[in-house]
């Protein structure tokens, strides 16, 4: 059995231990949350300032052109594009996860429209939002399209067929941590006849994600999880350069115009990525996203990956040796090729026991139904403070020291 001395063992021998320092955390918390909300960099306060006193306070308006604003999309994206397996000139940061999905959408069942081809497929488990946009389109059209919501992944296969306009799915489940298969979903898909789009939310920044490899279609994703870019910074959308010629979706706003300070009356859309963009970008959180990418330089996703697995083997390896008399189950597959970088396990009073951690420093969060999900950001997770959360969830079963009755917030 390890002892903690191990872990620490571990921890003065691992490569990324270092990164913790460019993250301010506060003391006597261990963070397992950064699937949700990414931890600030240090960085980050510094170029706010910059940005709020020197950018905008001196510069003013002249700051689209000095300071670089009106290219920061692309800049960001061109930065962010070799997590994704992605080149430069094929990512803009910009809007949210669920406005970029939606142009995606918009884009890939265009392609179809001469088909006949109207079905859009995805998992009944997906992040809502996704298939909430995806009906949304799919009634706006009114064309006869439909969405279709697949129960498992073993399902999914069988699901994608000769009616298929469109495969839109998240790589890494957001409630089991499971993670798809691109490369074989995305070949599966397009022998079928269909595209696909791939929600990247919980993978940027978690796991090598190739969608050059994958041959994937479109891509978009968050920067406020494992990208540490801040609460509700703006997302990130792919468009490969094959497609981008035929890239069109219905946002058509003034900053995807070829001309824009033409001020015409008239859309004619821009070529190249920029046709992904639709209207001025919250620039103070979009400048942010910079402090959380440039981390991502001073290591490699391979070694992230290593990290992320020893971290969530170990995390699931302690559980189940130290809490065994108790009603876990594990949602999180144990196979390392369908796992991301977050672990989930369902307990009875998931919801209380989650409280319960949250006031002793353990920050996880909870989904429904009762999983208790923790999130292990190799950047800034020790092997020790996986020991440290384990013995508190340990002691907090232990004692039934939760409350069953404690009042729910508005987010869980
Ligand atoms: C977090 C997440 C989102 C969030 O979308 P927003 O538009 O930023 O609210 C969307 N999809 C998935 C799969 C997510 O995990």
């Known amino acids: 059995m390890k002892t903690r001395n191990d872990l620490l063992k571990l921890d003065a021998l691992d490569p990324l231990a270092p990164l913790r320092d460019l993250f301010d955390l506060p003391e006597g918390v261990i963070y397992l949350d950064g699937n949700s909300l990414g931890a600030r960099p240090n960085s980050a306060l510094a170029r706010a300032g910059q940005v709020i006193a020197a950018e905008w306070g001196h510069d003013l308006i002249r700051s689209w052109n000095t300071a670089g604003w009106f290219d920061l999309p692309k800049r960001l994206g061109n930065r962010l594009a070799p997590l994704i397996g992605a080149v430069e000139g094929e990512v803009v940061v910009t809007d949210t996860t669920s406005v970029n999905l939606f142009k995606a959408l918009a884009a890939a069942v265009q392609v179809s429209t001469n088909s006949g081809r109207r079905v859009i497929v995805t998992e009944r488990e997906n992040f809502p939002t996704d298939i909430y946009m995806a009906q949304g389109l799919a009634r706006w059209l009114d064309d006869g399209y439909q969405v279709k919501l697949v129960d498992s992944p073993a399902q999914l296969a069988a699901s994608i067929d000769a009616d298929t306009a469109v495969v839109m799915l998240t790589h890494v489940n957001y409630r089991t941590g499971r993670l798809h298969d691109m490369q074989a979903i995305t070949a599966h898909a397009h022998a079928q006849g269909a595209l696909t789009v791939w929600d990247l939310a919980h993978s940027a920044g978690a796991v090598p994600v190739d969608l050059h ?171 020790a403070d996986v020991w440290d959360a384990v013995e508190i969830l340990r002691q907090i079963l232990d004692d039934h020291a939760y409350d069953t009755a404690a009042a729910r917030g508005a987010v869980t």
């Open 213 to 383: 490899g994958a041959q994937a279609d479109f891509a978009v994703g968050c920067t406020y999880k494992y990208l540490n870019g801040g609460p509700g910074s703006p997302a990130f959308i792919w468009v490969p350069a094959r497609h981008q010629a035929h890239f069109s979706h219905p946002l058509t706003g003034w900053w995807g115009h070829a001309a824009p300070f033409a001020m015409a009356a008239d859309f004619t859309q821009v070529k190249g990525i920029g046709r992904a963009l639709c209207g001025t970008q919250p620039i103070v959180s979009l400048a942010l996203v910079e402090s959380g990418l440039e981390i991502f330089e001073q290591t490699s996703m391979h070694a992230v990956r290593q990290k992320s697995l020893a971290l969530t083997d170990l995390f699931i390896e302690l559980v189940e040796q130290r809490c065994a008399s108790h009603p876990l189950t594990l949602a999180t597959p144990r196979a390392h090729a369908e796992r991301g970088s977050h672990v989930s396990f369902g307990h009875p009073h998931g919801y209380a026991v989650m409280q319960a951690l949250i006031e002793r420093g353990v920050i996880g969060d909870y989904r429904e139904p009762s999983l208790m999900r923790f999130g292990f950001t190799p950047l800034y997770t020790s092997y």
